[in-house]
């Protein structure tokens, strides 16, 4: 396809994380800010205001796009307004970056891969910490360290959040757990099949919802990953990272989440380039180059849907006490998505999949 250079892109939405994509966008060196929109016009002309340039800006990103000939988004709304802003721009002829989660819940998000087939329009999430370059090194040791045993996560903080993240029924599993949940699947090169997960609110939580969390997956290839949690941990804290230990068969290797992972082995490493992609600036700069080749991105919306689905199956879990089969909730969200769609070619896509597994995986 032929891209424009720099690559026109509007952004949708002017919150505290709008505003750190403003700034990337407008750093990057191949990208032009074309515009601004938010539900809020104040916030958007704010948004814009500081850029020290004329930026137009309005409250709608797919009327936006079509008046300043931006020839993609980058949606960086609130959960709830990821699947209608994001479907709207597909069905505009417009490509989108967008912020994690891809959708609130499994079910839109099939909505949004099958919408991203229709429309033949790419749809990539930025899943930010996978494009940590110390994760990249974990995954390259992953991958000479040979079959892979388990691998932790830990992860304590004690965050003060003002607002909606306080009363959510599982702040952690839902805001925050997915980041590691991804980082797991692409450090071990497998997927999940089924979880177990038991939450808990410790008495001294100023969480309204449980803060804290256990849980297990078995992921392809008989791996299990261990993920613990909390978001009233005071004292020491781990990285936001979380720290990581990798045991497999030819040694093991250790992350802290901060600082270049180690390695050790009764053998010599192979030498490593280290990536040059790094946190938001990294998924621009792979989205805008996905658009100039063609080559589907990390992140690519199919691809990122099961770390939707480990985070729903650890919440179905910790809610029933009960071990999660993934293909359960992959089944029962397919279901929900041909029932719920209100376009006919979305549903009409969505019930040809054969396997909705195989369909996000490629298989």
């Known amino acids: 396809m032929t891209v424009p250079d720099p690559l026109r892109v509007v952004l949708v939405g002017a919150g505290l994380m709008g505003r750190a994509w403003r700034d990337t966008i407008e750093a990057a060196p191949d990208v032009e800010l074309a515009g601004i929109a938010d539900i809020d016009p104040a916030a958007a002309a704010e948004a ?15 009327a ?10 980058v949606n960086v709304t609130v959960p709830e307004a990821h699947h209608p802003v994001t479907t709207a721009a597909l ?12 959708a609130p819940t499994v079910a839109q998000a099939l909505s949004l891969a ?46 003060h959040f003002p607002g909606f993240r306080e009363e959510m029924a599982h702040p952690l599993l839902v805001d925050m757990a997915i980041h590691p949940f991804d980082s797991a699947r692409f450090v071990l090169g497998a997927e999940p099949v089924a979880a177990y ?30 993920y613990a949690g909390s978001w009233c941990s005071p004292g020491r804290q781990t990285s936001w990272n979380g720290e990581w230990r990798l045991s497999a068969e030819k ?35 792979v989205f805008t180059d996905a658009l100039r080749t063609g080559v589907p991105p990390m992140g690519e919306v199919h691809e990122n849907v099961l770390s939707l689905a480990m985070v729903e199956a650890t919440v179905r879990s910790a809610d029933s006490g009960r071990r999660v089969l993934i293909d359960d909730v992959l089944a029962e969200a397919h ?9 006919p070619d979305v549903r009409d896509a969505l019930a040809a999949w054969p396997s909705v597994r195989g369909v996000l995986t490629g298989g």
């Open 48 to 62: 814009a205001a500081a850029l020290g340039r004329p930026v137009p800006t309005g409250t709608d990103g797919v």
């Open 64 to 73: 936006l796009a079509a008046a300043t000939g931006a020839r993609a988004i």
């Open 91 to 102: 069905f505009a002829g417009l490509d989108v970056l967008g912020e994690k989660p891809v």
């Open 114 to 159: 099958a919408a991203s087939e229709v429309t033949g329009r790419l749809f990539m999430v930025s899943q930010s910490r996978r494009w940590n370059p110390q994760l990249f090194a974990l995954r390259a040791m992953a991958e000479e360290l040979g079959a892979a045993g388990s691998l932790t996560t830990e992860f304590f903080r004690a965050p």
């Open 197 to 226: 997960c038991e939450s808990h609110n410790p008495p001294w939580s100023w969480f309204a919802g449980d803060a804290a969390a256990t849980a297990v997956f078995e992921m392809t290839g008989g791996v299990r990953y261990t």
């Open 251 to 285: 040694g093991s290797a250790h992350w802290d989440g901060d600082h270049d992972p180690v390695l050790e082995a009764e053998f010599t490493p192979a030498a490593r380039t280290p990536s040059p992609f790094s946190g938001i600036e990294g998924a621009l700069v």
């Open 335 to 343: 279901a929900e998505a041909i029932r719920n769609e209100a376009n």
